[in-house]
């Protein structure tokens, strides 16, 4: 599981995922998405190497969104690949936080 | 082939459990999806378990079994842990408030959304979750239909194969009424309302809830759909043809027998439900109906539907009739309190003779007569029409005869009498009605007859060689306050008479709406002449009856006849 961090124009944070975020996956990210969550206020999270998700990537992903949008802040979703957006639609993540096609609706989502 | 393996009382051990799965999952030729659904499925039953199901002894022992193939898997996760039922519809969260962003609760949600088939199984010493997914979830979802769990595994799936996956949102049509009927609806996921259209609305017949099969037996059959079938929740489903359905008979006579059961149950439930009708339209006749027999009766299957619903409103309609019916017949009861007792005969001595009758257009009238012997020697000859007919003109009438009763006994003066009576009404009209009324008295000493007519219709004077009508009229009574009319008389001679009559009968119509009309009155009082009174008024009745020929009856008809000897 990897996780690449990117600053983008107008304060959007773009923070991309790689590989499988199972049980180990989301631990391994757990910790720098709390930091994120905590320091940002316009969060983009890139999909588009995202091979697998279940709730307990989900769990992860939430907490950041709960914390980002409990203080204002925005955070949108990109490039799903049809599996992960299967699981995201499945769970009705997709009601409460932006999913996008591309990263560039994602960051107008958040207002960049 | 089904491959095994444990898994240990460990999250770390989870990532293995998926690698294995991928690999057998590869190898079998399953799709990423697939793959996906089974990955998803097997972390959060894991998950699950290794963090928070409770040991029964010693270890969780948790095992995993998979078969897959390259169209679906059965994955089986047994355990010996306190048993926890995932289909349990009470372990589903509410959903979350609008806005609301919740953390935990997706891991059931997850599996139910994937996987396509779930069984759970506590068998005391263990647990037992099957999940199955792609075409082991159809087959296991067919086969629990009960007209095709003994279908073989071959049958099923070419008919798998050969049907077409449909899916269908929340609301949409699945099946149309009236519709040739070309294929049946397995159900594999969500639920369907079968309905019968009619003109008024939808009435719901049944629910079907997968896995199940609707419209085999119109497939089967070939008759056009008798019901239509509507999605309750998003479905998924699959559209066999009549062909297939076939095919599966031909191999599988039990699947034949199943359906022709199901026939039968439906012909029976249209026999039962029949009988029901059977009993309530006898009730009916019989005036016992119990209105709760409509609710045995709501549900009785797709064919009678909309017989079920014109039942309803015959028999609504028939007790509706027969209560107001009986509130008409207490009316015209007290109403028939008001007309005047039968003369006497023998007070009349010989002098004359006099008859009144009235017959009403329903069940109460707004006609009024009376005929009542004021002392030995003045006769009272009365005849009103109250305008309108019906329950309002009935209770307008009473009030008159009460009036003109009330004053009757004190005035002699029948112009002052009438005046008396009509302030009296007019006190009393909110409702802006009044009466025609034609008030004599005749005095059978000297066969003068003084009389005021209030509006009514005049009167005709029967006399040897002719037939007059009563000359002189004022206004109607109860509705110029204060208003004096002016009393006249006229002289009989012996074997005169007097008819009083209202318009009922000079107005009554045939089919033709012909008017029956004065001419045919005068005529008919010409030549029957020297009949006592008794015997004109029911000539009169008898002839208007014979000119109406069965046209229904639009006016009350009243009569009262006086005739000196």
């Known amino acids: 599981m990897e996780m690449t961090v990117e600053e983008l124009p107008n304060g959007v944070t773009k923070a991309a995922l790689k590989g499988r975020m199972d049980i180990e996956g989301a631990q391994a990210v757990d910790v720098r998405f709390n930091v994120l969550a905590?320091?940002?206020?316009?969060?983009?999270?890139?999909?588009?190497?995202?091979?697998?998700?279940?709730?307990?990537?989900?769990?992860?992903?939430?907490?950041?969104?709960?914390?980002?949008?409990?203080?204002g802040g925005k955070i949108a979703f990109a490039n799903a690949q049809p599996n992960v957006l299967k699981v995201l639609s499945s769970s009705g993540i997709g009601e409460v936080v932006s999913v996008n096609p591309t990263l560039d609706a994602a960051v107008a989502a958040v207002g960049g | 082939m089904t491959q095994r393996r444990s898994v240990e009382d460990d999250l770390s051990a989870v990532r293995p459990a998926a690698e294995w799965v991928e690999a057998i999952l590869i190898k079998a030729g399953a799709s990423d999806e697939l793959r996906n659904d089974v990955q998803v499925c097997l972390e959060e039953?894991?998950?699950n378990l290794i963090l928070h199901a409770k040991p029964l002894d010693g270890?969780?022992?948790?095992?995993?079994?998979?078969?897959?193939?390259?169209?679906?898997?059965?994955?089986?996760?047994?355990?010996?842990?306190?048993?926890?039922?995932?289909?349990?519809?009470?372990?589903l969260t509410a959903p979350p408030a609008p806005g609301e962003i919740r953390i935990g609760g997706n891991g059931i949600k997850l599996i139910r959304a994937l996987a396509g088939r779930i069984e759970y199984k506590a068998h005391g010493d263990h647990n037992e979750l099957r999940l199955e997914f792609g075409a082991d979830a159809k087959r296991g979802l067919i086969r629990a239909i009960p007209a095709l769990s003994k279908v073989p595994k071959d049958d099923l799936d070419t008919l798998i194969l050969s049907a077409e996956a449909v899916s269908y949102a929340a609301g949409a049509t699945l099946v149309k009424q009236g519709e040739q009927s070309k294929f049946a609806l397995i159900l594999l996921k969500g639920e369907a309302a079968i309905v019968n259209e009619s003109v008024h609305g939808d009435a719901p017949l049944a629910q079907a809830t997968a896995p199940a099969m609707i419209g085999e037996i119109g497939a089967l059959s070939q008759v056009r759909r008798t019901a239509s079938v509507r999605a309750k929740t998003d479905i998924e489903a699959l559209k066999v043809s009549r062909k297939a359905l076939l095919l599966i008979a031909k191999h599988e006579p039990e699947m034949l027998v199943a359906v022709i059961a199901q026939t039968g149950q439906q012909i029976q439930n249209i026999n039962t439900a029949l009988g029901l009708y059977a009993a309530g339209l006898s009730a009916l006749e019989r005036d016992d109906f119990d209105p709760s027999i409509l609710t045995d009766l709501s549900n009785p299957g797709a064919d009678l539907g909309e017989f079920a619903e014109a039942f309803q409103r015959l028999a609504n309609r028939v007790t509706q009739e027969r209560r107001s019916r009986a509130e008409l017949a207490s009316a015209a009861l007290i109403q028939g309190a008001m007309l005047p007792a039968p003369l006497d005969a023998e007070k009349l001595a010989g002098r004359c003779t006099a008859f009144g009758a009235m017959k009403p257009a329903r069940g109460v009238s707004g006609d009024l007569f009376d005929l009542t012997l004021l002392d030995?020697?003045?006769?009272?000859?009365?005849?009103?029409?109250?305008?309108?007919?019906?329950?309002?003109?009935?209770?307008?009438?009473?009030?008159?005869?009460?009036a003109l009763r009330l004053a009757a006994q004190?005035?002699?003066?029948?112009?002052?009498?009438v005046a008396q009576a009509n302030d009296a009404l007019y006190a009393l009209n909110a409702m802006s009605m009044f009466t025609t009324l034609f008030y004599g008295v005749l005095d059978l000493e000297g066969g003068q007859l003084t009389y005021v007519n209030c509006g009514h219709n005049p009167p005709l004077h029967v006399t040897k060689n002719d037939c007059v009508e009563l000359v002189g009229r004022g206004p109607p009574l109860g509705f110029f306050p204060g208003h004096k009319w002016q009393a006249h008389a006229v002289q009989l001679k012996p074997g005169d008479g007097v008819l009083l009559f209202s318009d009922g009968v000079t107005e009554c119509l045939n089919r033709a709406t012909e008017e029956?009309?004065?001419?045919?009155?005068?005529?008919?009082?010409?030549?029957?002449?020297?009949?006592?009174?008794?015997?004109?008024?029911?000539?009169?009745?008898?002839?208007?009856e014979a000119f109406a020929d069965g046209a229904e009856q639009a006016d009350d008809i009243t009569c009262v006849a006086a005739i000196l000897a």
């Open chain 1, 38 to 71: 905590g320091a940002k206020r316009k969060l983009v999270v890139d999909l588009r190497e995202l091979d697998f998700i279940a709730s307990m990537g989900l769990r992860t992903l939430m907490v950041c969104a709960r914390t980002i949008t409990s203080k």
């Open chain 2, 45 to 47: 039953t894991l998950a």
């Open chain 2, 59 to 91: 270890g969780k022992d948790i095992s995993l079994a998979l078969n897959a193939s390259a169209e679906g898997a059965t994955l089986t996760i047994a355990d010996r842990c306190a048993p926890y039922d995932i289909t349990d519809k009470a372990r």
């Open chain 2, 376 to 402: 030995d020697n003045r006769l009272m000859l009365v005849v009103g029409d109250v305008c309108g007919k019906g329950i309002p003109a009935s209770l307008f009438m009473s009030a008159t005869v009460t």
């Open chain 2, 410 to 417: 004190h005035e002699r003066d029948i112009a002052a009498l």
């Open chain 2, 516 to 544: 029956y009309g004065d001419e045919r009155l005068n005529a008919l009082l010409r030549r029957t002449r020297g009949q006592n009174a008794e015997a004109l008024v029911r000539t009169v009745f008898a002839d208007a």
